[in-house]
């Protein structure tokens, strides 16, 4: 069965960091892509960053040179480093992940908070 388990979101000061941490069960992070998706209040869940199995490392513009995201494959575990947080950064952070042959995103944690004062 596969899990995903979010953690390391939490409550930052504009411009300062955070790690995000993606524990995954039932699957190896390497063999898949790996994506980070974030929904703010009354907004749409957006497209974040990813980790393809092809080795690619597309981000949204908006964190474009402020994200970014890596893996562990000896713990299984995919990661997205936050620095110089803004505001409009704060969203649940949900860790997904594409099965080969899937035309979407198929598997989905539970979601951290990360909210970023001003």
């Known amino acids: 069965q596969v899990q995903l388990v979010e953690s390391g979101g939490g409550l930052v000061q504009a411009g300062g960091s955070l790690r995000l941490s993606c524990a995954a069960s039932g699957l190896p992070v390497g063999f898949y892509n790996m994506g980070w998706f974030r929904q703010a209040p009354g907004k749409e869940r957006e497209f974040v960053a990813a980790k393809t199995w092809r080795g690619e490392y597309p981000y949204a513009d908006s964190v474009k040179g402020r994200f970014t995201i890596s893996r562990d494959n000896a713990k299984n575990t995919v990661y997205l480093q936050m620095n110089s947080l803004k505001p409009e950064d704060t969203a649940i952070y949900y860790c997904?992940?594409?099965?080969?042959?899937?035309?979407?995103?198929?598997?989905w944690g539970q979601g951290t908070q990360v909210t970023t004062s001003s």
């Open positions: 997904a992940v594409q099965r080969r042959g899937a035309s979407r995103y198929d598997y």
